[in-house]
Every structure is written in C-alpha cells, then in structure tokens.
C-alpha cells in the first residue's frame, strides 16, 4: 500500500513557476481580453492542480507572490479588476477569488485586507448586468462569513438588511443565489457572542 501511494505522490508534477510581476503588469494594463485569458488560467492553475501538496504550493506562490494584492496600496492593483468595465474581466475576478476563498489559506489571505470584503461586497451590491459574477461574489462572502472578524464587519455593513431585501422575491433568483444568500444570512444571524 505504501508502495502505491509513493508512486501516485511521484505521479503528481510540480507545475512550472510563473513571472508574477509581469503576470500581474499585464492584469493591470494587458487588453480585457488578455486580462480574462489570465484569470481563468490562474483559477484553472488553483481549482485543476491535484489536492494536497501541489494545490498548495500553488495557492502558496500566489499568496507569497501577493498575486491578488492583497498587501499593496497602490491605486492600480489587481484587485480593482473587480470594477472593471469589462463583464467577463469581472467575473472572471470574481471567479478566481471565490476560488481562493474556497481554501483556509486563500479566506486568510484575502482576510488581511479589509478593502477585499469591502469591494466584494460593493460588487454584491452593484452587480445587476452578470449574474455569474454576483454568484461568485456572493459565494466567496459565505465563504468569508466563517471567520468572526469578517462576520462582524459584514453585519456592521449592513448586509443582513441587502440580504433580507433581496431574499423578499426568492423566485427571480437562481438556485445559487438562494442557496448562498440563505447560507450567508443564517452565519450572519446564528453567531454566538
């Protein structure tokens, strides 16, 4: 059996590293089209790479590479593709960060900077035209909504108020709206103090 899982471990390559600086100068000057090419890459990257070991040290690299930056000040950073202009750049954003915000460290990574769970939930809130990047917004929120400092703020933020406006006509939504707006209320309401 030991035999097995040491050939299967060895089966599993390591994926070839990325020039994140230029990687994220093109997310943040490249054309919408290469801009959504590189964020569905980058989560197909995360969400393909085998379980364990390797989807660790991708999430790892994008962590320690600040891919999403998460840690920078500057005005123009990857995370304002969550305004773009562009439909799919935006939910191909959105996407991608629900994808982080589906793995511990990805929820910690994202958690350091309280400017991520306010533009996510701005998004929540303007997005009218993409229901798939409001999907994933409101999907990577539930996920937030499992750590107690996020919680707090979102209640703070009034989005128990969005949410239960929203949930007032549940059969104009999708499934996934439903679902994952329920969830969210109910982590929101349920918490102990």
């Known amino acids: 059996e030991l035999v097995l899982l040491s050939r ?3 089966d599993v390559p390591l994926l070839p590293s990325l020039d994140y600086e230029k ?3 093109d997310l943040i000057l490249g054309s919408d089209r290469l801009k959504a090419f590189l964020l569905q890459a980058l989560r197909w990257r995360l969400t393909t790479s085998h379980p364990g070991e390797q989807r660790e040290t991708v999430l790892q690299a994008y962590i320690s ?3 999403l930056d998460c840690y920078s000040h500057n005005q123009r950073s990857v995370l304002q593709l969550l305004h773009s202009k562009s ?3 935006r939910q191909y ?3 991608l960060i629900n994808a982080f915000a589906s793995l511990a460290e990805g929820r910690l990574y994202l958690a350091q900077n309280t400017k991520v769970l306010r533009m996510l939930e ?3 809130k303007e997005e ?5 990047t409001r999907e994933n917004v409101l999907g990577a929120l539930q996920k937030f909504s499992l750590r107690r400092p996020l919680q707090t703020a979102m209640i703070q933020d009034g989005l128990i ?3 239960v406006d929203v949930l007032k006509d549940p059969d104009c939504l999708s499934d996934y709206t439903l679902e994952y707006s329920v969830a969210l209320l109910m982590n929101l309401c349920l918490r102990s103090t």
């Open 8 to 10: 299967k471990l060895k």
């Open 23 to 25: 990687l994220k100068k």
């Open 65 to 67: 590479n600040d891919l």
């Open 87 to 89: 439909d799919v750049v």
């Open 93 to 95: 954003m959105a996407r």
């Open 122 to 124: 701005g998004r929540l």
């Open 128 to 132: 009218d035209k993409d229901i798939i």
């Open 161 to 163: 108020f969005w949410l």
